[in-house]
């Protein structure tokens, strides 16, 4: 299984097919949510009034799929834009990436143990805590990226690059461990900072305009 | 989680990017239609007229799920006309592509809840509803584009475009619409309604000769 | 929904992208097959002789996968070899090929169904019944580009293209009907059947040498 | 179905869509692989310690999971790095790599297996059964290619082209043959032994240095 011979190029690893395969297991993960919403079984199988009870049941199994598409949507930005400033990608980031895929492709897991338990604290704090280790997912790439600033796009400005380190260290995992505390003082608080989390990356921004003034 | 330093292009989102990750989930969920078509159990294994009778008994499922097939057949090849137009995507374009990424990923389940509950007006009124929230995607879209013209490609007919944005209003969203009250008088009407959408859009167009007459 | 505005190219469906869109089905397909067959469940959970026996158990369901993964393959090659011959996609080419991906991303259901009924009769010879229709959506679309000559890439030798057209009526179809009544006589013979199909179209062909001699 | 037909260009089958066929799959299997993990049921809806029972108790599926996550990556990392030493494809490397890709589609279900049933020797030993005859499916790959030099990239040095094909004999299959044996004599020392071979290529090697060393 080991292959080591130099190719012609000695290339290490082709950032395109990188990219391709992780817009895949996104594509894929943001499909496969729908799939943890099971169709009701209801006896009386043309009674509106009992379809329509099995379908507001459903209601925190809708609310957390919403809430993890945007989400893997957030995600997939966010990778985008990463990918823009490599350069070129070592074995490190190869795995970090990797690292970054294996939280993503769990997601489903914990949507689903979030919405078959909405009120129990550990489903709902579970679900955060597997947010924050997918955003310190992204802390370890641009980290690395940080440490070896040869894999850096050239043109790219350095100290907005470290800026946008630190706001990262700050902004996800930090949010997203605060929802796994909330979750224990108040499983609806939890939901509406997951959700919120989500929603911050949603506002529009003119290009230009905020990022003059911001970053 | 957060990347916000601008990129060597100073570029927002890639077009390219966003139509592959469309691309997927538009396999993925055409392709997921038919998991919810689970193989009947029957207590008589080699008899042919258990499995018989319990393979008709899905017919409802099978109808359901040619029709949503179509149906994502029609997003694509109408996604695929649209993107044409689309000289580049800023922020408020791509989330409402991930809106409707998000009613079209979510199709499996109205198919499935319709085909499980064929005679159920609220079963089959919740799949038109659906199908009328991922048309209003589409006029979002061509929404956002006539309010943003510097994000339509050069070239394209600005009198076409707009025309193409009223029918789009009218004929997805309004005949979905229908399709879910036609589904409160009478179910089977509501499932032809469904058929006849998708089925309008497979007609053959020549190139050139019924675009003339008619946009 | 509906979007005829004309692109800048006056360009109907790019084939790339179909090809894409295909090629995503197929590789779906293929990959979701395995998910048909679930673990057993066995009371005695470190017990080597039962997982033994609920694993031989599952045989059928093994060759069942098999000759689908082979099958899907087949079905891969043959689409890309017939797509190296287009040379432009119409409407009326495309919903043949949507044609083509509804009956192969139907596959993982005829598959389960024969591996959870080798003895039935019924059972076996659905699956055929299925790749027939799936072969004669190749039928369908190589008799659009015979029809509409137009289509076919320029170069391509048009004698070699009928003979193939003739030799893709008598062989899928016709060996995958053969298949599906031979399943009323012998539900092995039918397995064995399938099985040949797929593989003759395994064998090593040199570039050139056997190509020379048949077409 | 058949098409035999000769393109324009004579091709045999193209590279790149191979390629993109075998990302698809690999794709999906990763992201797949964690629906095999279902939602625990509890009985105490909002009870914390029977929720935390329960998911300590799918510590094995986590585990089986994170090695056939890492597996899926570094058999996807192999294959790039192969195919940057493939010139062209004809219809053996094809078929050959179409084996590769049956045995990388069919993990989930060892995993699964495993995972369910960690104390039981026959399900640890099936896992390294598969894992070992995927690893052939490389050896297959290379030995293809060693025997028609005419399928191998110009500039590419046959010298270590031949060393990588020894040592990939030697690694992977016989490893992993080893952890099915292992597994015989104990089932957590099998575990570490899979989850050895994973890690042995995720250590970080420097473009240059380790190479020189070692090839």
Known sequence: MDD???GPAGEQVGKGRVEA???GVFAIVVTLLVLEIKV????????IASLGHALLALAPKFVSWVISFVTVCVIWLNHHRL???IGRLDN???????NLLLWTSFIPFPTALMGDYPGN?????????VMCLMALGFVALRWHMHRHPDLIQ???DR???????RSSILLGPVAYASGAILAWLSTPAAFICFAAIAASFVRPREPGTRRAAGA
């Open 4 to 6: 080591r011979t130099p």
């Open 21 to 23: 395969l992780s817009d």
């Open 40 to 47: 009701p079984h209801v006896q009386a199988h043309d009674s």
């Open 83 to 85: 990918f823009t400033l």
């Open 92 to 98: 490190g980031l190869f795995w970090r990436n990797a």
């Open 121 to 129: 604290r550990l489903a709902v704090s579970f679900y955060g805590l």
């Open 154 to 156: 050239q043109g790219v």
């Open 159 to 165: 100290g907005a690059f470290r800026s946008g380190t």
